[in-house]
């Protein structure tokens, strides 16, 4: 293998390695056949998770988040994760804290007593953005990384919230992902893979997790996540694929619990994009874990192995 | 504003104790939002695409455009005390679609903030701060997990606090600058006993 073109350090967050590690161990085997070294991160610690962290105290938030992006900062490296909710706080920080002096002495004064300083010097990606942007890999890579074509399954996306919205926010350097209304870049990352994207009514709706809601208010929160299963349904699609480990389990534990609440029971295998690459690529089911996942995988496997 | 000769003042009063100065609005409150949240909420005019973007508002009574107005109003009170403050799920697809460039999901966020001050709020959020004083992570890791992860060829704990637990002294020293671990217990020990 030749020496990786693009080095990143890798920001795991908390759900992906604690709840799905074939999240984890996928984006690192995946990427690095495209290319893409994904460095660990020593001693980062959880975004903090934004809705319930930025709910208490904002400068906790913007705290917390900086002592992350000056590990990073210390390895003089840009750090890359799998996480939406980790980009709103890892991303969004770093971006605030770059133009606002306010914010940055603010967050510097606290970091003082960890000795460490908040410099602003490198920058934050989603591996989904990674993947699509060819500056680092690019869709055609994706396709020719391909040595099991997922043929047959037909797959809707579910882009999650806090990566792209607001757009009026976000510099991403593909204009496509600005679209927060109808985006389809990641319906192209799908059909890279040989599967068949699958559009559904109100694609760009959130999953019910976030803004604490899920901890304040379950069925309230798994309201939201049921009217996606409804459309989800209507759509008769293989499996659902998402970029958040967070909007993963609302919706993959969220089924037993909209199972459990509801009475109504759906049985769609969810997967992280990088669970679908890592198939894709030729790792075994066994080498994603995705026997952790809550609803089984089975109809959908069986369908592209 | 210029007025005509004939301008009903009863009408004036009317507006004024209705709309502007009732007795439970605080003047500050709005000057308050606007500098946590750093948008420019004074801006709104009550449109409503807020709520018709909102994924919360279909099942509650929930309504993001309700809380903009008491924002301008400086009801303060009614703001910081309704249970619907805590149903925004952060979605951001009013924010992302006001036409007036507002972000009222930030608005929620700083009125959460203002509400903590007052210890109002839901005991999720404290236990999420409590999990990451002792561990570094809002959902930690288990052995089921640990187990898996190695069947995966990835060390058992993943290379953050978890592996490096040293890490999470800073991670303390950050919320106790705040007093944030010492309130969240303070405060789930007068709901739970």
Redesign the interface.
């Known amino acids: 293998m030749s020496e990786a073109k693009h080095k990143f350090a890798f920001y795991?967050g908390?759900?992906a390695?604690?709840?799905y590690?074939?999240c984890?161990?996928a984006s690192i085997k995946a990427m690095k056949k495209l290319g893409v070294e994904l460095v660990?991160?020593?001693?980062?610690?959880?975004c903090?998770?934004?809705?319930?962290?930025?709910?208490?105290?904002?400068?906790?938030f913007y705290?917390?988040a900086a002592?992350n992006l000056v590990l990073a900062e210390q390895m003089k490296m840009d750090i890359a994760l799998l996480c939406n909710g980790c980009y709103k706080s890892i991303w969004e920080v770093n971006h605030k804290l770059k133009h606002n002096q306010d914010l940055k002495d603010g967050v510097n004064e606290?970091?003082k007593?960890?000795d460490?300083e908040y410099k602003g010097t490198i920058n934050v990606y989603h591996t989904a953005e990674l993947l699509y942007n060819d500056k680092f890999i690019g869709v055609q890579k994706v396709r020719d990384s391909v040595t099991n074509p997922l043929k047959g399954a037909r797959i809707a996306v579910h882009y999650g919230?806090?990566l792209m919205?607001?757009?009026?926010e976000r510099e991403f350097e593909k204009e496509s992902m600005l679209n927060?209304e109808h985006p389809t870049w990641m319906e192209e990352l799908v059909a890279a893979l040989g599967a068949t994207p699958v559009e559904y009514r109100n694609k760009?709706?959130?999953c019910?997790?976030?803004?604490?809601?899920r901890?304040?208010?379950i069925v309230?929160?798994l309201?939201?996540t049921n009217?996606k299963m409804i459309n989800l349904k209507e759509a008769k699609v293989d499996a659902l694929t998402d970029i958040c480990p967070f909007c993963q389990l609302q919706f993959d534990r969220g089924q037993i619990e909209i199972q459990e609440k509801f009475g109504v029971t759906y049985g769609l295998p969810v997967l992280h994009y990088a669970e679908l690459l890592g198939l894709a690529q030729g790792m075994s089911p066994?080498?994603?874990?995705l026997d952790?996942h809550g609803i089984s995988c089975e109809p959908f496997l069986q369908k592209v192995l | 504003m210029a007025r005509t000769k004939g301008y009903p003042e009863a009408l004036d009063k009317k507006l004024r104790d209705q709309r502007y100065y009732r007795e439970d609005s605080n003047p500050e409150f709005l000057p308050k939002v606007k500098a946590i949240s750093r948008t420019i909420a004074h801006m709104c005019f009550q449109c409503g695409t807020c709520t018709g973007s909102c994924p919360s508002a279909p099942r509650s009574t929930y309504r993001i455009r309700q809380f903009m107005r008491r924002a301008v109003l400086g009801l303060e009170n009614e703001a910081l005390t309704d249970p619907d403050l805590w149903l925004c799920t952060t979605c951001y697809s009013c924010t992302d679609r006001c036409p007036r460039d507002i972000a009222p999901t930030d608005v929620i966020m700083a009125m959460r903030n203002l509400a903590f001050k007052r210890d109002i709020i839901p005991v999720n959020f404290l236990k999420t701060v409590q999990a990451i004083y002792s561990s570094g992570h809002g959902v930690p890791n288990n052995d089921v997990n640990r187990a898996a992860r190695e069947r995966l060829g990835l060390t058992r704990d993943p290379p953050t606090t978890h592996m490096y637990p040293e890490y999470i002294k800073g991670i303390q020293k950050i919320l106790d600058h705040y007093k944030l671990k010492a309130n969240a217990d303070r405060i789930v020990k007068e709901r739970e006993g």
């Open positions: 795991l908390c759900i390695p604690n709840r590690p074939g984890e161990a660990p991160l020593k001693g980062a610690s959880c903090p998770a934004p809705g319930a962290f930025g709910s208490i105290d904002l400068n906790v705290a917390m002592r606290v970091l007593e960890l460490m919230c806090h919205k607001p757009h009026k927060t760009m709706q959130c019910g997790a976030g803004g604490g809601v901890g304040y208010d309230h929160s309201d939201i009217e066994q080498d994603l874990g952790l």
